[in-house]
């Protein structure tokens, strides 16, 4: 299995709780693309991981290839060109071979 993890810092307009909730619940609809088997919403916690990020992505896929052909899918580039983009400051994301 591989997971996808994409960490998000939003800019100050769309920063906040109730604005952070909006982006968690449209990044949950990214589930319909396919090749994802799971995605979850994960927030920081901590000081240190609240000054640096609101939220955390984490997708499931079987292969790489299923991660690459979702990074490429109209659904995906919607999602982050129209929607997530104007909202973000930084985002990251890895890939990791999860064992067991």
């Known amino acids: 299995m591989i997971q996808r993890h994409v960490y998000l810092r939003l800019n100050h307009e769309h920063s906040g709780p109730e604005a952070t909730q909006v982006v968690a619940e449209e990044s949950l609809k990214l589930a319909a693309v396919p090749g994802v088997k799971r995605i979850r919403i994960a927030r920081p916690v901590d000081e240190g991981s609240r000054t640096a990020w ?10 790489m290839a299923d991660v690459e052909a979702y990074v490429h899918h109209p659904d995906h580039r919607a999602y982050v060109d129209g929607f997530l983009k104007p909202r973000l400051q930084v985002i990251k994301a890895w890939n990791f071979a999860v064992d067991g």
């Open 54 to 63: 609101e939220l955390c992505l984490i997708l499931e896929f079987d292969t």
